[in-house]
């Protein structure tokens, strides 16, 4: 392929794509700008000066971390994503290994209903939830948060896993069931290796749907030192009340930062998860 | 063992019970799903049957009084249609933007992966950041999207201050973070397409506009579809962007169904009412998901 030539066609081509790509990070920078600014300077400075005084960000991300309780948010956050989609991942892998493999009467039925789960709004079910989590005893305590938190993050996986599992030739599952393995034994030594990816996207979507939700954290937790991050983001920083501007946005940027470094590892499966289900 | 035998073989004759695997497989989810979704959703639709507040005493049956009262509030008629513009106008900008960015994308323009990644941030976002960023970017004092409107000459709407510019700036706020779901689904669909038909194209002179009116957008139809209607739903049920960027004002602005059943059911602690509500969009969300997806099905039998 040769080079084309850069016609002004192509430099306003250039230019729109650098501007979209501005358009998409920006307001992100924006916030991570406030974030190290005094109170006064939000105010002040207009647009915001690019010479950063580093104590000062360090004071507010100090304030925020320990003062406000962003990082028990965060570490209460990492001990209920990561349990919940671990189990949400043990018990929808084998289901979507069934719709996937297994022929049974009513296997479609069963299927788009688990996947119209996906499309539930969580306000219909928070109040319920919450009043049986309170008559098991379970509010204010992870196990309050884990057990929800798995119903929603299961249709996500069942969703994305059948989509990997379709797509490996049946081929290479039959040439083991001559060999007598079992169901169990195709799924765990056969395909699990082959869709490895498959399990690392739903992995991913389940944890960030649940990273992002609080309003049946809303419900079920009380005291602050169980808070989410995204709970504690929101009470925060919620529309309802004025807020210290340069709190807000680095309560944001510690909210953000770690999906940040997380999609960074897995990134690859970022476009795959989004897509899942669209292109046949 | 005797059961096992007569299970029914499958076609290897693997003499493995199909109907103890698929209880095994399966019945974990299922009965997960069923204490946990299920029967909070039974659950809700008696709550919607009964006036259920916080207060002691209540829970009395009241029969459809809910729902008597939904249809005659002008508040719920008032989050209705702002339910009807944040999911019609959005997801309207989001498709034609989405498509507009995939053509744009499809020139294959160098260092684009890097751009496309970038597109890609704005939906791992947690929403109610996404909601104060964008409320320190269109503060009407101190933000910067007012500073560079200023700066060019030209005077910026009152975003967030105004009852009728306000829901349109959630709309607008909603295609920042979505138009990149949008315009993936299409990429992908785009790039996979067959490069023949174009080149015929190219062969019979059709010009530019005609070859993506009559054959690229026909052929992205599926995927604009499917990226449509999750966007439509996910517009439908989101809330948290909105407690973050306004809190459903001013004046109920941006007071959208969502909204309304969480301020009915956890501030004002209305459970019946909230309830009742959540009920009548599952109705909603119900009856146009199977409407659209049987669209869905159909379209892709005939492609």
Request: hydrophobic share 55%; with cysteine; glycine share 8%.
């Amino acid at each position: 392929m040769t080079r084309p030539r850069m016609t002004p066609g192509r430099m306003l081509a250039y230019a729109t794509l650098i501007l979209i790509g501005i358009g998409g990070i920006a307001p992100f920078l924006y916030l991570a700008i406030l974030s190290t600014k005094r109170r006064i300077e939000i105010v002040a400075q207009v647009p915001p000066s690019l010479s950063f005084d580093w104590q000062v960000a360090a004071r507010n991300y100090r304030e925020v971390l320990w003062e406000q309780g962003m990082a028990e948010f965060t570490l209460n956050s990492l001990i209920v994503v990561s349990i919940a989609t671990l189990l949400a991942v043990l018990i929808g892998l084998p289901a979507a290994y069934a719709f996937s493999r297994i022929r049974f009467r009513g296997s479609d039925g069963l299927a788009s209903f688990i996947l119209s789960m996906r499309f539930m709004p969580p306000i219909a079910v928070a109040i319920p939830l919450f009043l049986m989590m309170r008559w098991v005893g379970l509010t204010d305590t992870y196990a309050g948060l884990i057990l929800p938190y798995v119903a929603f993050s299961l249709p996500l996986v069942v969703w994305i896993m059948i989509g990997f599992f379709d797509e490996i030739p049946h081929e290479i599952d039959e040439a083991a069931e001559i060999d007598g393995a079992s169901h169990w034994q195709i799924l765990t030594r056969v395909q699990l290796p082959i869709v490895w990816p498959g399990v690392m996207t739903a992995a991913l979507f389940g944890a960030l749907f649940i990273w992002n939700e609080f309003l049946v954290s809303l419900y079920i937790v009380n005291s602050r030192s169980l808070q989410t991050i995204s709970l504690g983001a929101a009470t925060l920083v919620s529309a309802q009340r004025p807020i210290d501007w340069n709190i807000a946005a680095a309560v944001g940027v510690v909210t953000v930062i770690p999906i940040l470094i997380f999609s960074l590892f897995v990134q690859r499966y970022i476009v795959r998860g989004l897509t899942s289900g669209a292109v046949k | 063992m005797t059961e096992a035998l007569a299970a029914p073989r499958s076609h290897f004759g693997r003499p493995e019970n199909t109907r103890r695997t698929l209880v095994l497989f399966l019945g974990p989810c299922v009965l997960y799903l069923l204490i946990f979704a299920i029967y909070p959703l039974v659950h809700s639709l008696r709550l919607s049957f009964t006036d259920l507040t916080a207060a002691a005493g209540t829970g009395r049956f009241v029969g459809l009084e809910n729902y008597r009262f939904l249809f005659s509030d002008p508040q719920f008629w008032n989050a209705a249609m702002n339910s009807a513009i944040m999911v019609g106008l959005g997801v309207t900008i989001q498709v034609v933007a989405g498509v507009a960015l995939a053509m744009f994308f499809n020139l294959n323009l160098r260092g684009a992966w890097i751009v496309r990644g970038i597109l890609i941030l704005p939906m791992l976002m947690t929403p109610i950041v996404v909601g104060v960023m964008w409320r320190a970017l269109l503060n009407p004092d101190w933000g910067l999207v007012d500073w560079a409107i200023t700066s060019i000459g030209l005077s910026p709407p009152d975003w967030l201050g105004s009852v009728r510019m306000a829901i349109v700036t959630l709309v607008l706020v909603d295609s920042w973070q979505w138009t990149p779901f949008v315009f993936m689904i299409v990429f992908a669909r785009l790039q996979a397409l067959p490069q023949d038909v174009f080149e015929a194209a190219e062969v019979d002179g059709a010009g530019p506009w005609t070859t993506f009116r009559r054959i690229t957008l026909p052929m992205l139809m599926p995927a604009i579809v499917f990226a449509a209607v999750f966007r439509a739903v996910d517009a439908f049920r989101a809330f948290d962007l909105i407690y973050g960027l306004s809190y459903g004002g001013p004046a109920r602005g941006t007071t959208t169904l969502a909204f309304f059943a969480f301020q009915n059911g956890f501030q004002f602690q209305n459970y019946g009412y909230a309830a009742a509500v959540a009920y009548a969009m599952l109705i909603v969300l119900a009856v146009g998901t199977t409407v659209l997806f049987r669209f869905l099905s159909l379209r892709r039998g005939l492609t």
